[in-house]
T-cell receptor, first 114, second 115 residues
Framework: KAGVTQTPRYLIKTRGQQVTLSCSPI?????VSWYQQTPGQGLQFLFE???????NKGNFPGRFSGRQFSNSRSEMNVSTLELGDSALYLC?????????????FGSGTRLTVV | AQSVSQHNHHVILSEAASLELGCNYS??????LFWYVQYPGQHLQLLLK??????LVKGIKGFEAEFIKSKFSFNLRKPSVQWSDTAEYFC?????????????FGKGTKLSVKP
């Protein structure tokens, strides 16, 4: 079965702009989590969506938001971009039944803010 | 707050050497534990996971990990590494009953294997 698909793979944006990233989970998976990966901070949890509802949220400012559609695809949005938002953004797909079933990661979107 | 520590930032080994990567977590309750690997230019892949039962867990590609509850550790091992094991390795934890999807990751250990 197809894996987790993230688009686009690369993005370059200017400070102050906003950006939307997309994640399509494995077919049948209903949970999507988002992570930010940077060399300094490592992998940090942004939020998790299940059945179109945000179920959990990490410690990121309100500029970071997301949503999930009825087909389980998820988008995350970052408004008023800052240089420090440059990172690899990863999403992870899960059945929604809990961590026992594991998390499958996509290849990520590399965001560069200039 | 819960955290995960990976002791080594960068490990360099020759082929056929044995590998042990350390991972400690800070949480007093029951945890679910994972090791992920990220090969250059590729996505994170699950190597192995521990939920309960036998504390010695076997994963893919000859890797294994041992959960030692008293030491809050979950170290990754491989008896004989290959050049193809060059990658970055991440330990991750979810406290049992903790927030869904919120894997707490260590900072990662880069492994370089010399042919």
């Amino acid at each position: 079965k197809a894996g987790v698909t993230q688009t686009p793979r690369y993005l370059i944006k200017t400070r102050g702009q906003q950006v939307t990233l997309s994640c399509s989970p494995i077919s049948g998976h209903r949970s999507v989590s988002w992570y930010q990966q940077t060399p300094g901070q490592g992998l940090q949890f942004l939020f998790e969506y299940f059945s179109e509802t945000q179920r959990n949220k990490g410690n990121f400012p309100g500029r970071f938001s997301g949503r999930q559609f009825s087909n389980s695809r998820s988008e995350m949005n970052v408004s008023t971009l800052e240089l420090g938002d440059s990172a690899l953004y990863l999403c992870a797909s899960n059945t929604g039944g809990g961590s026992y079933y594991g998390y499958t990661f996509g290849s990520g979107t590399r965001l560069t803010v200039v | 707050a819960q955290s995960v520590s990976q002791h080594n930032h960068h490990v360099i080994l020759s082929e056929a050497a044995s590998l042990e990567l350390g991972c400690n977590y800070s949480y007093g309750g029951t945890v679910n534990l994972f090791w992920y690997v990220q090969y250059p230019g590729q996505h994170l892949q699950l190597l192995l996971k521990y939920f309960s039962g036998d504390p010695l867990v076997k994963g893919i590609k000859g890797f294994e990990a041992e959960f030692i509850k008293s030491k809050f550790s979950f170290n990754l091992r491989k008896p004989s590494v290959q050049w193809s094991d060059t990658a970055e390795y991440f330990c991750a934890v979810i406290p049992y009953g903790g927030s869904q999807g919120n894997l707490i990751f260590g900072k990662g250990t880069k492994l370089s294997v010399k042919p």
